[in-house]
């Protein structure tokens, strides 16, 4: 498999650093290893790329200032906590970088930034600005605000949305293990490493393990955030953090952590709108069609038209995102609608021509105009 590990020409890098690789074992924001990632950030810069860093890491600087023994699990205390450690840890960044004369940028986000399409492009907009000027952006979610409607749950799935919104070239995951195992090295001899996955298989599901005492996501959601960026076209590495020169390493495509590689044709042309659908947006409801309607999307780019509508799924109005599912329920699709739950209600099965007779106007000919849909 020559050449599989061919990244040095990446230009735009999204790095996601872990709980594990900022703290200490009681969970105190270490300085000696975020000088130890400012270092390795740099040299990278030095090189001509730009960088992007998704950071975890305060709620362990609030948890090791509160000396609190464990995690918090109630959600007021942990954003208690994560509003201590913000103000740590990214003085503790800019101490570093500024030793670089590197200027940083913080963004808090949450999932709201992407569902949103207007704060999706302001981001996405202060994002490409930042970089144009020379600055590094360090993103983590906001915490301190956070509550389970909106919160993204981890910052590896955070960083596989920030990769593909920016077109990045590649996501490399710090972690405190060497990459993905056919079983957790820490309880299984038999654990045997995984250099390449070209493929996202049931069996690379399974393995995929829980998340440690700090962290969230584990390797569950490491997995979740390469399915994006495969999607994207984008190559994922995850790589042990604590190594030396991890990430140049990484980028000089030694054979270090596990890749993700897209697989061939993966990455389509998609503008701006239908990148949002695909990897951003959040559904109101379902549209659900015909193997005849199915077909006409897929195989011959068509629009959605009423006639091949047999179900609706959720309220939902005109201009809202939806789900387009075949008959089995199984999504294919997704899309803007040109028209609300109850209109297509009224609508489903029938021709074009008959739309304005139906409901008293015809504003539009399909359900979901091909410019305004992506497949899945």
């Known amino acids: 498999m020559a050449g599989v590990r061919d990244i040095s020409k990446a230009k735009r890098i999204v790095i996601k650093v872990g709980t594990s690789n900022l703290t200490d074992k009681s969970y105190r924001l270490d300085p000696r290893k975020v000088e130890k990632l400012a270092k390795e950030i740099i040299e990278l810069k030095n ?15 609030g948890i090791g200032k509160l000396d609190l023994k464990q995690r918090p699990r109630d959600i007021k205390v942990l954003q208690a906590t994560a509003a201590v450690g913000q103000n740590i840890l990214m003085s503790t960044y800019d101490k570093y970088f500024a030793k670089y004369e590197q200027t940083i ?6 999932h709201d930034n992407f569902f949103n399409r207007q704060r999706y492009l302001n981001l996405r907009n202060t994002l490409i600005t930042l970089l144009k000027s020379g600055v590094i952006p360090i993103i983590n979610e906001n915490d301190t605000v956070a509550v389970d409607e909106i ?3 981890d910052n590896d799935n955070l ?33 045997e490493f995984i250099s390449v996955v070209e493929t996202i298989t049931p069996e690379i599901e ?41 990430l140049a390493r990484v980028i000089a495509g030694e054979r270090i952590g596990t890749i993700f590689l897209p697989g061939a044709g993966a990455k389509e042309k998609m503008n701006d709108r239908k990148h949002w659908l ?7 409801g379902r549209i ?14 068509r ?7 047999i179900g609706v799924e959720e309220d939902f109005v005109s201009g809202d995102p939806v789900s387009i599912v075949d008959a089995e329920g199984v999504e294919f699709a997704k899309g803007i609608t040109n028209y609300s739950a109850e209109e297509i209600k009224k609508i489903k099965g029938a021709q074009s021509k008959e739309i304005e007779q139906i409901l008293g106007r015809k504003e539009y000919d399909a359900v979901v105009y091909r410019g305004n849909l992506v497949l899945v």
């Open 288 to 301: 659900k069609v015909d193997e005849g309607a199915k077909n006409a999307l897929i195989k011959s780019g």
């Open 159 to 191: 960083s596989a949305l920030v990769a593909s919104s920016l077109g990045a070239d590649l996501l490399v995951i710090l972690t405190d293990t060497d990459g993905l195992f056919t079983y957790d090295p820490k309880r299984s001899k038999k654990a």
């Open 47 to 61: 090189q001509g790329k730009e960088v992007i860093v998704v950071t975890s890491g305060a709620i362990g600087a």
């Open 206 to 246: 399974r393995i995929a393990s829980a998340g440690g005492k700090t962290g969230v996501g584990g390797m569950k959601t490491k997995i979740q955030a390469a399915k994006v960026t495969m999607r994207a076209g984008i190559p994922m590495v995850i790589a042990n953090g604590n190594e030396e020169n991890a």
């Open 303 to 309: 629009s959605l038209l009423a006639s091949g509508v």
């Open 151 to 153: 919160k993204l749950g």
């Open 105 to 110: 940028a913080q963004l808090l986000l949450t």
């Open 278 to 284: 695909r990897f951003a947006s959040l559904v109101k």
